[in-house]
């Protein structure tokens, strides 16, 4: 992973899987004082990742 640092933000690009499909997100937010994980819900529904209403924790 290359991190990158702009207005004293690290900044990521993270490639996200599901089954054969993958998207590229660009200019995440690497937040490591953050308790959850937030994406774009519209470029994960591009490979079949869809918001549905409930929350799961994944260990």
Avoid at 20 to 34: H, M, Q, R, S
């Amino acid at each position: 992973m290359n991190i990158r640092i702009e207005n004293g933000l690290p900044i990521v690009s993270v490639e996200i899987k599901c089954g054969e499909k993958a998207v590229l997100l660009t200019d995440v937010l690497l937040d490591t004082g953050c308790a959850t994980t937030i994406f774009d819900t519209d470029a994960l529904a591009q490979i079949g990742i869809e918001l549905d209403g409930t929350v799961k924790n994944f260990v």
